[in-house]
């Protein structure tokens, strides 16, 4: 089941570099990897399912907790509660505007997509792999109500109405513990251990990723110290930032990102225009000669 889990990983090139240095995930390492990465949420609790049956007691207890913890939030989220709607967001395609519509249940979002499709058939607007429908689950505000947000729950589908994933925001599994959540050795739905792989990218590397919209974005990889060759996450300057756009190149660089291995994929100075292309080359080389002279 390794191979399968593994196969779970976006990043092609991360897959073949774990293949090249036969790179060993632990049982605790290779639940988390299920659990953060699994495409939809039915493949997600079918492998938690699968996997909590061969893994020692721990692992499998955490398993089972994932699971209940997913399960109850999808449960919740399609029960109709007097009181409150469905926003549905629908985006085609990325860069699409996103269009939103209130329903009054969750089954009512998912007739309201094919309704969408069929309206906007003649002006070509059709579903694609990359079309994705968030679907807010909103409490109705009265007079007698006290103030609080009014966003409950969210659901996330993929084409053809697949379920991505659900987030209940209340349902947030509190607890009392100061130890972070990556350190606790607790049975807890939150609790979301360490997760390190096998690092491909060099420093300055171009790399290619997605953002939380779906767009495609081109970043330039800093490694801000030394590496081991195991990282859990990249530090990347986006290359259509202000500060490189514009050569602000000894600016703080808020406009950066923390990307975690498994969602880049490697990219070539090639792949960019010619003004990104630029930028990109004056931008390391003002680094490099910045970081000789600090050395």
Request: net charge negative; aromatic share 12%.
């Amino acid at each position: 089941m390794v191979n399968e889990i593994i196969e779970l990983l976006p990043s092609t090139e991360l897959k073949a570099k774990i293949k090249e240095i036969n790179h060993q995930f632990s049982e605790s390492e290779l639940l988390q990897i299920i659990y953060r990465y699994a495409p939809t949420f039915d493949t997600r609790i079918d492998l938690l399912e699968r996997f909590s049956s061969i893994s020692r007691l721990d692992v499998s207890e955490l398993a089972k907790t994932y699971i209940k913890y997913e399960q109850e939030n999808f449960s919740r989220f399609i029960e109709v509660s007097e009181g409150f709607v469905y926003e549905l967001c629908i985006k085609d395609t990325p860069e699409a505007y996103e269009e939103k519509y209130l329903c009054s249940s969750y089954q009512a979002a998912l007739v309201c997509i094919d309704r969408f499709y069929e309206e906007y058939a003649d002006i070509d607007t059709k579903e694609t792999e990359k079309s994705r429908y968030k679907i807010i689950k909103r409490k109705v505000f009265s007079e007698n109500n006290t103030f609080e947000e009014d966003a409950y729950a969210e659901c996330v589908l993929g084409a053809n109405k697949t379920v991505l994933e659900v987030s209940d925001y209340r349902n947030p599994a509190d607890c009392d513990s100061e130890i972070m959540c990556s350190e606790c050795t607790e049975i807890c739905p939150r609790r979301c251990d360490d997760l390190s792989f096998p690092c491909f990218v060099h420093n300055y590397a171009v790399i290619k990723y997605q953002d939380y919209k779906g767009l495609e974005h081109f970043g330039v990889n800093i490694c801000l110290e030394e590496c081991d060759g195991i990282a859990q996450e990249l530090y990347v300057i986006p290359l259509d930032s202000s500060e490189i756009c514009e050569h602000r190149f000894d600016a703080d660089f808020f406009d950066h990102e923390h990307l975690e291995l498994p969602l880049v994929t490697l990219a070539s100075p090639d792949d960019l225009d010619e003004t990104m292309r630029k930028n990109y080359f004056d931008f390391v080389e003002h680094w490099r000669s910045r970081f000789e002279k600090t050395s």
